[in-house]
Structures are given as C-alpha cells and as structure tokens.
C-alpha cells in the first residue's frame, strides 16, 4: 500500500506539538508507541536519558514538559532528512522517518521520530529523539574563528590575533582536556567552535604517539566513514581501513588544521586540586620540563577509554627464561621467527598478534582462550556499518540518524535477530570451531557493537585470522587460564604445561576511571560514577555527563560517539560558563528558570 510520508509526518507532528502545549505528559506519551523509545538530549532536563515505554515517558515528563517550555515546531524538509518511507519487514509494514525543529526553554532544538502504524493503523513514534542544538546567542560557529579574511580592515591583523588568541588559551584556559588521541582531539575542536578556550595537554612527543607505539599490522576495523574525525572527512581516495601510521599522521595534522592549542610532551604534575570557593582546578603541568601553572575551570579526561596496559599477576614470572611482554609492546613478529609464543587473549589485539606471528614465520603460536569471544567477519560488520554511514549523505545528518536510535532499543533488536548473525557467519565460525575456539554473541546474544560498549573487549572482527586457526597454524587452548611460570613454560588451570619462549598478554587495558586514579587521586575519584560500560537506560556510564565531582568531566567511546557526544559535553560546559547550569558535579544542576540569565 502507498503511503504519503509528508501527510504521515505533518499529522503526526501536529498531534505532537498540541500534546506538548497542553503540558500533559499522558498525551505526549500516546504519541508514541506503547514499547516506544525516547531519547532526550537536553531538552527537558539538562541530562541525557533514553526511555523505554509509556509509563517512563510519562514520569520522565510530568515535572519537566511544562517547564521545557517546546514552540515554534517546524518540519524538517532539507535533502536527507525530509520525511521517508522505511521497511519494517519484521512485522510485516512500511514505517515513516522524519526530522523537525523546535525551539526551548534551554535554546535552539531537534529532533528525529520514525513512525509505525499501531493495531488500529494510527502512526506512532516507535523511536523519538529530542537533541538540544545550540544556546541562544552563542551558537556552534560554521568556520574556524579568526581566520577569516581581514585585509584592508584597518587594525586587523590575522596572524598576531591568532598568536594573541593562542596566548590567552595558554594562560587562562577554561577547560584543560587531558590526553591527545582522537577524543581529546574532536572534543577540543568542538569546544573551540563553541568559544570554549580549551588547551589539550598530551605526555607524548607527538600527536599520534598513543597509535604509533601500539603494534605494526593494527589496522581500525570499522569503516572510514564511521571513524571519520569531526568537520575533517578523509580524502576521496583513503583506505577503507585505516592501518595505524595514517591514523597517527591523521590525527597530528588534524590539531594543526583545526588550530587546537595542544602541548606536547606534557602532563598533570601533581595531583590538581579543586577549589569550592572559586569553582576552579589549582593545576601544575610539567610542560617540557618547566612547571607551569594553571586554573582551569574544567578538566575533561580523554585519556583513553582503556587506560595503561593490563597485565595480571601471574605467580612466579621470575622464574619463566624467556620473554613477556603486553601486546602494547608487540612490535611486529619478526623477531620471534623459529620461536614458540603463546598468546593470552581472544580479542582483536590477540588475534592480530597471532596473525602477525605466523606470517613472520613463529615456530609455534598458541592463544589462550579464557572463555567465548564474540567473532563476526570484518566484511560482514563493515556492509552494516556501510548501510548506517553511507558515502552519499553528509557525515553529520549520518551521526544525527544513528545517534536517534537508542542503544537499549538496538540490543534488544540484536538480541532477538542473533541468528541472522550465526548463519550469515557459519562458515567463518565452522573455521575456528574446528580449530578448538568457543563463540558466542555475548552472554545475551547482544552482538559485537554492544559488547564493544560493555565491556570492551571479548570480541574480533575477523580479517584472516580464522583461516589459520582452522589449518592449525594458530593453536587454542580454550576454557583455560594461567596460572604459574616455570622455567620454560607456562603452567594452565588444567594442571598441563605450555611450553613458551614469548608470552605475550593481550588482555586489555585498565580502565580510564582507575587508569586516572593515581592522577587525581583517590579522594576525588571516588567522588566520581562508575566510568564506561551501559547504564540501565543505554547510555555511556560516566561519560559527557557531570562525573559525580565538580569540574571534571570523562570523554570515552569510539569515533563515532566522540564526534556526536562533543556537542552536548561542550553544551553542559557552555551552560555552566553562562550561569545557566550548576556547577556541582550532579546530573540534576539545572538553574531554575527564574534565575536564568537571558541571552
């Protein structure tokens, strides 16, 4: 049957608006579906929230639909994002996405709904996301400041006002981001559009240090339209999978073309401590040997969601004749041509590693599985993430689609469709099951995305690896674990010996909350929430939200979600620069609206 999506969406969205001005949270509600999601962004309270079903919504928005204060309601008809049919070939129906604006109480906003016809055929939200776009008066600048053209305009000088502006960022930064990788880097970017003055600190000698130190052969496994830096597309003819020294060299030219003040070779001295009284960070950093002093009003951390190597403690390594390491150290297989390396992990690193052994000709490389790993072909992933990210629409309306769908929402959906990841895999899993590896897609069928999300790690995306597991080039030990050293060997949990040159750990990484302890210190990290992993809504624990401690703030996940989640970071951190946020620390800060400036 032919539907008319604009017809569709504009009644649709007028039912909406009048539910809205009637300030009723019931109504608001039967909008959308009884299993409906709602993600809001800001809108209604300054927090980020995602909610699953009518009663929730209803609670969400009893005390806040009035005060968010929704008006001037306007269809989104721009390309790509004008109202479009979808299949839903589950159920079997054709469902209808759309976008539309609006303005609120906190400032300008969006929002995206996709729309499914319910039992009796009247079309309801089955998703609806509100974001908050930008603050009156103070929005997200569309070029790089300060370099736009200034000859024949008496008094302008580019070159010294950028100097200038430089100088004020060195001295009087009002956040100071910590760490120098993708994260710290989009974020800083995003808070410079913003007019946040932000000075990026990273410990190493070069910007792309934290990729160039890690092991030769990594190469990013998703596609490069997902791992895409903010404002900065690759050229046309990039690779699709960006090995390590591109990523590297990417990421150093990106803060030199995005004019991000960064300091190199620097780091937090000693642990900064927070002043109530002025609401700032008494701040020593080691900057190429010489202490320098600051106060900074925030600290974001973007360390890293996995922070230093994580190594357990073995018993009796001292005694082991050959070599360890962590596959942080991992500097390419060749020298361990002839040699016997075991490796201990199933993830990403670990497979690689292996990989890169046999082919510099390793005399024998065996992993050790210490319980299922979730394995999906590379190709496989890569025509999913191509469907969400596709070449032919712009990045941001991309980002803003996929950011609509709440991640409690897409587990469920995985969950149940699980088999289709089993059989479209059957053959890669036949590989390494002969090959002695357990598989599973999570210990609730969630899949690899979510997992990653989770628990950040116990997944691969497959590239080759299962080929050599399958011929038994690489050997697995699964279901067991070390548990002591010997001369020469390493001895299992099953009480058998697996004779080693090299062990090598490939067992991940300490997390950014405890990786930032011995920074911080204890006493202010343990004021802050549990860091990464999914709360029980969907959402990022700890991250681009208050942290639990004043001023000091957690930027984690992959591109995608640094790219997407800088905007509301930078939002918070500009509301709280304006004096419509509170500076406590909580998520639930927000100035009433009598005592909001205007803008």
Not at 48 to 73: F, H
Request: glycine share 8%; with cysteine; aromatic share 8%.
């Amino acid at each position: 049957m032919h539907i008319d999506p604009n017809c569709i969406a504009k009644d649709w969205l007028a039912t909406f608006a009048a539910s809205l001005s009637s300030s009723d949270s019931a109504n608001v509600a039967r909008c959308l579906l009884p299993n409906g999601w709602f993600r809001d962004i800001l809108v209604f309270t300054w927090d980020i929230r995602s909610l699953e079903g009518r009663d929730k919504v209803v609670s969400y928005l009893s005390n806040t639909v009035a005060q968010a204060a929704i008006s001037d309601i306007k269809l989104d008809e721009s390309p790509y994002l004008a109202p479009q049919t979808f299949p839903v070939p589950q159920i079997p129906a054709t469902g209808v996405e759309a976008a539309f604006t609006f303005e609120c109480a906190h400032g300008h906003g969006r929002a995206n709904a996709r729309l499914l016809p319910d039992e009796d055929g009247a079309f309801r939200a089955f998703t609806l996301m509100t974001e908050l776009r930008d603050l009156p008066g103070h929005e997200e600048l569309a070029t790089l400041p300060l370099r736009d053209d200034v000859t024949g305009i008496p008094g302008k000088d580019m070159q010294q006002d950028f100097a200038d502006w430089v100088k004020e960022v060195e001295t009087k930064p009002y956040a100071l981001i910590v760490g120098g990788g993708q994260t710290a880097l989009q974020v800083a970017s995003r808070f410079k559009q913003m007019n946040i003055a932000a000075l990026v600190v990273e410990r190493n000698h070069r910007i792309g240090d934290s990729w160039r130190k890690r092991y030769p052969t990594l190469t990013l496994h998703t596609v490069r339209r997902h791992h895409s830096l903010l404002y900065q597309p690759y050229p046309s003819n990039w690779p699709e999978f960006t090995p390590r020294d591109k990523i590297a060299d990417w990421l150093e030219q990106y803060a030199v073309i995005q004019d991000l003040v960064v300091w190199k070779n620097a780091e937090l001295k000693v642990k900064p401590t927070y002043c109530p009284d002025t609401k700032d960070w008494d701040v020593t950093v080691l900057r190429e040997g010489f202490e320098v002093k600051l106060r900074p009003v925030h600290i974001v951390l973007a360390t890293g969601t996995l922070g230093e190597p994580d190594i357990p403690e073995i018993p009796n390594v001292v005694n082991f004749q050959g070599t360890v390491m962590h596959s942080q150290q991992f500097a390419g297989g060749a020298p361990y041509a002839g040699k016997r390396v075991v490796v201990i992990g199933a993830g990403n690193s670990a497979i690689d590693v292996c990989q890169d052994l046999v082919l510099r000709g390793a005399g024998e490389v065996t992993m050790v599985q210490r319980s299922a790993t979730c394995v999906l072909s590379r190709d496989y992933v890569s025509g999913l993430l191509k469907r969400s990210f596709p070449e032919d629409v712009p990045l941001p309306v991309a980002d803003f689609k996929w950011a609509s769908f709440p991640v409690g929402l897409l587990k469920q959906l995985t969950i149940a469709d699980q088999q289709a990841a089993w059989d479209a895999n059957k053959e890669l899993h036949d590989k390494l099951r002969r090959g002695g590896l357990q598989l599973n897609m999570g210990p609730e069928g969630q899949g690899i995305y979510i997992l990653t999300q989770e628990r950040g790690g116990g997944t691969w995306l497959d590239k080759g690896g299962a080929d050599l597991i399958g011929d038994g080039r690489i050997k697995v030990r699964s279901g067991v674990s070390p548990q002591s050293f010997i001369e020469n060997a390493l001895v299992l949990s099953d009480g058998s010996e697996l004779f080693a040159d090299v062990v090598i750990f490939a067992t991940g990484f300490v997390h950014i909350r405890e990786a930032n302890a011995e920074v911080l210190g204890h006493d202010i990290i343990d004021q802050t929430d549990e860091v990464y992993g999914l709360d029980e809504e969907g959402e990022i624990k700890g991250s681009y939200r208050p942290s639990g401690h004043p001023g000091l703030w957690f930027a984690t996940g992959d591109f995608f979600i640094s790219r997407f989640m800088s905007k509301p970071l930078a939002l918070q951190i500009k509301a709280i620069q304006l004096g419509l946020l509170r500076h406590d620390g909580r998520r639930v800060g927000a100035v009433g609206r009598e005592h909001m400036p205007k803008l």
